[in-house]
């Protein structure tokens, strides 16, 4: 009980911070933080709350299938199977989905290459590349309606134990070894795609 408080706290704590960078448009979002390993069980964040407010409802424990672990009324989001991919085929710990403007224009706008590269910033030292002319890479998947269709799709990148995909008009999701790397992934992507954007309007 004591691990499960914890990592609700670590939840709520990232959930409050980006929710006060209006990253949570329309209750759109959903955040998830490993509790077990055996047998595996994840908090994840309950479909349509308003993630403005701090509630004992935000969060709601599910099983390795991403299916409530308890007994309770509240529904998982929408997108909980993509954090069972990411808890199935990694070490993570943390799993972060977000919309944001940035993050959807930037994935409609190489949605068609499948992908963007970043180099030559800084803040790409964020994800442990320190050489000079240092490269990252962030897939783009189609925005499928049909959940595990994008499950599987999503599945294919996830290879490592943090990481990120773009869902094609829809948002990002990252994950890391715990919750302070997943959001650091979290902010030097936004950063990028920020950064980005405003480049392109001065060339």
């Known amino acids: 009980m004591e691990l499960f408080q914890q990592r609700w706290n670590e939840l709520a704590a990232i959930k409050r911070e980006l929710a006060e960078r209006d990253w949570f448009p329309a209750t759109s979002g959903n955040l998830a933080i490993k509790v077990d390993d055996e047998p595996a069980t994840f ?6 709350k308003d993630k403005r407010k ?9 099983n390795s299938k991403g299916e409530p672990a308890t007994d309770t009324k509240l529904k998982p989001s929408a997108e909980t199977l993509l954090h069972v991919e ?6 993570a710990g943390c799993s972060l989905h977000v919309h944001t403007v940035d993050n959807n224009v930037i994935s ?7 992908s963007i590269q970043f180099t030559g910033q800084e803040i790409i030292k964020a994800f442990g590349l320190w050489e000079e002319d240092a490269m990252i890479s962030i897939p783009i998947i189609p925005n499928f309606a049909h959940i595990p ?3 599987t799709a999503f599945s294919e990148h996830v290879k490592t134990d943090a990481g990120a995909v773009l869902i094609r008009n829809h948002g990002i999701t990252v994950w890391g070894r715990n919750a302070l790397e997943a959001k ?3 902010e030097a992507f936004e950063f990028l ?6 480049l392109r309007l001065f060339r």
């Open 193 to 198: 795609f920020s950064y980005h954007l405003k």
């Open 43 to 48: 908090l994840v964040t309950a479909s349509g």
């Open 149 to 151: 269709a994008l499950a």
């Open 54 to 62: 701090e509630t004992e409802e935000d969060f709601l424990l599910v």
């Open 184 to 186: 650091k992934y979290l």
């Open 108 to 114: 409609e706008l190489y949605g068609d290459i499948g």
């Open 86 to 91: 990411i808890y199935q085929r990694t070490n």
